[in-house]
């Protein structure tokens, strides 16, 4: 806004100022009048018509444009410096009308022209009304008078030279700072764009953060309710084809009744692990606790719940993600390690916090694939908090799940 004042007042100033060129130099005409009227120099009437020839050509400086026609300019100020020149012939007080000279030259000349019409005029008008009086046809006289008009030229040159940088330096800074400015429009229109980006980047991390959790849910219906209900109609057929043998008929019956049980029990697990309401009233270590006792209970394998440290709040989606892998895990072990007992320990370090869950299970072969569905789902949980997931096992000797993430967790999305 700096740049847009100050561009607009020194175009303000070069369109009056030969308005105001053109008033000063009739305060100045008007100032010599009677030294020309008195006749001392000259003839009043030809003074008078010198006068009013003066008058009559500066009104020509007024004319709209007449800065933008350079030759017209170079023709106007030539033609103010000669009747200047004149004037001083014959009046040496009209040295001050060479006020009207500098002026001229200085509003409506292009620059470097600025320099010739000052310069013509302290040579031509300025020297001449200096050196009235000296004998200019004497070697002593021409070199004096040479040296005024040096004097003059360099004055009035250096005075105009300095003049022009300043004003060079003023539109130098005014475009700098409109360069500046455009800069910082489109600086900020990036930054509105990125931010529409950054929406949109949140948006489809919402979106694919639903669809992992649509996905493991999948995974868990297919690798537990559908597979229980596949198991519980397999029974009841059989069941159906022992009607006539009662021994036979009861123990069919029973089985599908443990896994319409023990579906239950998962869809509820299943439930319980899209919203861990167990946090909601309790701390991590006793949720821990409470999940293992209640799993320890439904499968009979026994089970020991450690916390190390000093528990301390760790946000709810860190909370949420290690109960959700204790429950993946420990479904796990019930599904395949045929385990005796199981140990879960949680564990708060100064910079970390980690999960354990180990069994003395038949364990599985690590070579071909970590695991099933299940695991993959808990590296992906984990991975979402810049945390690590590690597994160790092999037949015959357990499995150990080690979580381990950041104590203050990075925030992710829900």
């Known amino acids: 806004m700096s740049s847009l004042v100050s561009r607009y007042s020194l175009g303000t100033w070069r369109r009056g100022a030969p308005v105001r060129a053109t008033i000063m130099q009739y305060v100045v005409l008007s100032a ?21 020839v003066a008058a009559v050509w500066s009104l020509a400086a007024l004319l709209p444009g007449l800065r933008k026609r350079p030759a ?5 100020v030539a033609g103010v410096i000669a009747i200047s020149f004149a004037l001083v012939l014959r009046d040496p007080w009209f040295g001050f009308y060479a006020y009207a000279g500098y002026a001229y030259s200085v509003v409506l000349l292009p620059w470097p022209w600025q320099l010739a019409g000052v310069g013509a005029t302290a040579a031509l008008v300025a020297a001449t009304a200096q050196t009235t009086g000296m004998d200019r046809t004497t070697p002593t006289g021409m070199a004096a008078f040479g040296g005024v008009i040096a004097a003059n030229i360099i004055f009035v040159c250096g005075i105009v030279w300095f003049l022009h940088r300043l004003e060079t330096q003023h539109e130098e800074r005014g475009r700098t700072l409109d360069d500046l400015r455009e800069a910082n429009r489109k600086l900020e229109a990036a930054l509105v764009e990125n931010a529409g980006l950054q929406r949109q980047l949140l948006t489809q991390a919402r979106e694919a953060g639903v669809l992992d959790e649509r996905q493991r849910m999948a995974r868990e219906i297919h690798d537990t309710l559908a597979q229980g209900l596949t198991g519980i109609i397999t029974q009841l057929q059989a069941a ?4 006539g043998e009662p021994t036979e008929w009861r123990k069919h019956f029973a ?9 239950l029990s998962e869809a509820r697990r299943s439930v319980d692990a899209l919203r861990p309401e167990p946090l909601e009233k309790a701390s991590l270590s006793e949720a821990l606790t ?10 009979g394998v026994q089970v020991r719940v450690t916390t190390t440290g000093t528990e301390r709040p760790l946000g709810q989606a860190a909370e949420s993600a290690l ?5 993946e895990a420990l479904s796990n072990v019930a599904k395949h390690a045929q385990a005796t007992w199981v140990a879960v320990t949680l564990s708060y370090m100064e910079h970390q916090v980690a999960l354990d869950v180990r069994d003395d299970g038949r364990g599985f072969d690590l070579a071909p694939k970590e695991g099933g569905f299940g695991l993959v789902a808990m590296r992906q949980r984990i991975e979402g908090l810049a945390g690590t997931l590690q597994i160790e096992s092999e037949p015959g000797a357990g499995t150990g799940i080690s979580a381990c993430i950041p104590a203050a967790p990075v925030a992710v999305l829900p």
């Open 240 to 243: 159906e084809h022992a009607a």
């Open 290 to 299: 409470a999940a293992g006792a209640h799993w320890s209970a439904l499968n």
């Open 255 to 263: 089985a599908a009744t443990r896994l319409a049980r023990e579906s």
């Open 72 to 76: 017209v300019s170079a023709v106007f």
């Open 323 to 327: 109960l959700r892998i204790a429950q």
């Open 32 to 52: 010599l009048l009677p030294s020309a009227l008195s006749g001392y120099y000259g003839s009043a009437r030809t003074n008078a018509l010198l006068c009013l």
